[in-house]
């Protein structure tokens, strides 16, 4: 989950799945969760978002 700001907006993105990117930085702590997606693969999740007063 990443929250932003774009000038009076503020955004939030959710994502099920990372790949880690391509940095080979990361390779070696992605490893085990890196999933080979090919053309045509469906990509699937769900979540709930609950906003509550502080």
Do not use: N, Q, S, Y
Not at 26 to 39: D, G, L, Q, V, Y
Request: net charge neutral; proline share 4%.
């Amino acid at each position: 989950m990443r929250a932003f700001v774009d000038g009076e907006r503020i955004g939030l993105l959710v994502t099920g799945f990372h790949g880690g990117g391509g940095d080979g930085f990361f390779a070696t702590h992605f490893a085990a969760e890196r999933r080979p997606i090919r053309k045509g693969d469906r990509l699937r999740g769900e979540f709930v978002v609950e906003l509550v007063e502080p």
